[in-house]
């Protein structure tokens, strides 16, 4: 069975430090999209991609926060300086152009020290 | 803008009881509704989609939902809870006007007492 792939599944960094999470999203699927769950509440999107191009960032910390997805398939989300705020799931997600719904990955565990 | 409310952070129930999830929404458009499953240390599972067919929609481990345009709800049941089924579940709805962006409720906390 597809499913999206993300890595690494656990990150300890310190603060001020530089920290990325990479995804694969299910094959063919033309939307990415990569949301950050913050314990004990629901996912809220940072940023979707429509193929190689950016749909929605307006959630995105751009000061800290990059994320691209060069060539369509696979994203890397970036985020430097790194917060004691930061620590969080980061889930990336892929859907497909016809069906609405989202497949979600395992996450990556963000903890900032 | 769309949004999502799930009355009751935890739910607690006995296994073979009733499980029963709350979910409101507010959408100006024809909603995309969705309940997903998180186990700890895990990603989202999806259970079940209303996608404007059927408004009683059966998912994955023996969960349905109705949706109700008139109370603008989706609640989530299953007849008879199991062990298994103890995790944190969310409501979410689809804005199809900005790429089916996923908008999430608070999330409910379910809880089986043996």
């Known amino acids: 069975e597809a499913e999206v792939a993300q890595s690494p599944r656990y990150k300890i960094t310190e603060k001020s430090q530089a920290v990325a999470f990479w995804c694969d999203p299910i094959?063919?699927?033309?939307?990415l999209y990569w949301y950050r769950q913050i314990l004990g509440q629901g996912p809220e999107l940072l940023v979707q991609?429509?193929?190689?191009?950016?749909?929605?960032d307006s959630q995105l910390p751009k000061d800290r926060f990059s994320a691209e997805r060069l060539k369509g398939v696979d994203s890397t989300l970036k985020i430097q300086p790194a917060e004691l705020g930061d620590s969080a799931m980061y889930l990336c997600?892929?859907?497909?152009?016809?069906?609405?719904?989202?497949?979600f990955g395992q996450g990556t565990r963000l903890t900032v020290v | 803008a769309q949004s999502v409310t799930q009355l009751g952070s935890h739910v607690s129930v006995s296994e073979g009881a009733l499980v029963l999830l709350r979910c409101n929404y507010s959408?100006?458009?024809?909603?995309?509704l969705f309940w997903y499953v998180q186990y700890p240390n895990q990603g989202l599972q999806l259970l079940l989609k209303?996608?404007?067919?059927?408004?009683l929609v059966k998912g994955i481990n023996g969960f349905e939902a109705e949706f109700k345009k008139s109370e603008t709800s989706f609640h989530l049941t299953k007849p008879s809870a199991h062990m298994s089924d103890a995790a944190e579940y969310f409501c979410?709805?689809?804005?199809?006007?900005?790429?089916?962006?996923?908008?999430f409720g608070g999330g409910t906390r379910v809880l089986v007492k043996p």
């Open positions: 997600a892929s859907s497909h152009h016809i069906h609405p719904e989202a497949f």
């Open positions: 094959s063919g699927h033309a939307t």
């Open positions: 991609f429509q193929d190689e191009s950016v749909v929605d």
């Open positions: 959408s100006s458009v024809p909603p995309y």
């Open positions: 209303y996608t404007s067919a059927a408004t």
């Open positions: 979410a709805v689809s804005d199809q006007a900005a790429g089916n962006k996923l908008t």
